[in-house]
T-cell receptor, first 115, second 109 residues
């Protein structure tokens, strides 16, 4: 079974703080994704990585950055958290080569609240 | 126009009935189609994937794809209370998944 873990289930931060969300997968998958999920808007792609040190912007990258130093670990960084970044953050991974259209597997999610 | 649209719901069905969920998409180049189930407070889990026109059955679930009409559906037969969840339609072109907003299904005992 694919296992995707995220560093925290719940996180509360203050406006202006730098926030790190970490995702780890144990299946040697090349492709990893960060989404946010908001009521009525569905899941929206923030960033995508198809290899170590490689990244691509998704649909809503503003206010976020990512880091992928090791294949199994993909970090999402909020450089200066704002209240409109309060959301559920989901990491996903997919088997297959770059730009694979295979099934995406999700981590448990991190519910981030920015006060 | 949203890339992926689902019937808005919520959908309430009696136990044992068929729940029918619909999804349309705008990108004709889409190649892969998925249905995810998401329980409240949990992350999405894959229940069906479909890649070619026609029907695909897996237990009580049947996915239907019509690429000409840009339409994909999910039928849940013999609905159970454990099927109460939000169902997300996802459509893939290249690596990117586009999700619908989801349809919430409640199965009444």
């Amino acid at each position: 079974d694919v296992k995707v873990t995220q560093s925290s289930r719940y996180l509360v931060k203050r406006t202006g703080e730098k926030v790190f969300l970490e995702c780890v997968q144990d299946m040697d998958h090349e492709n990893m994704f960060w989404y946010r999920q908001d009521p009525g808007l569905g899941l929206r792609l923030i960033y995508f990585s198809y290899d170590v040190k490689m990244k691509e912007k998704g649909d809503i990258p503003e206010g976020y950055s990512v880091s992928r130093e090791k294949k199994e670990r993909f970090s999402l960084i909020l450089e200066s958290a704002s209240t409109n970044q309060t959301s559920m953050y989901l990491c996903a991974t997919v088997l297959g080569g770059t730009r694979s259209t295979d099934t995406q597997y999700f981590g448990p999610g991190t519910r981030l609240t920015v006060l | 126009q949203k890339e992926v649209e689902q019937n808005s719901g919520p959908l309430s069905v009696p136990e044992g009935a068929i729940a029918s969920l619909n999804c349309t998409y705008s990108d004709r180049g889409s190649q892969s189609f998925f249905w995810y189930r998401q329980y409240s407070g949990k992350s999405p889990e894959l229940i069906m994937s479909i890649y070619s026109n026609g029907d695909k059955e897996d237990g009580r679930f049947t996915a239907q794809l019509n690429k000409a009409s840009q339409y994909v559906s999910l039928l849940i037969r013999d609905s159970q209370p454990s099927d109460s969840a939000t169902y997300l339609c996802a459509v893939s072109n290249d690596y990117k998944l586009s999700f619908g907003a989801g349809t919430t299904v409640t199965v009444r005992a």
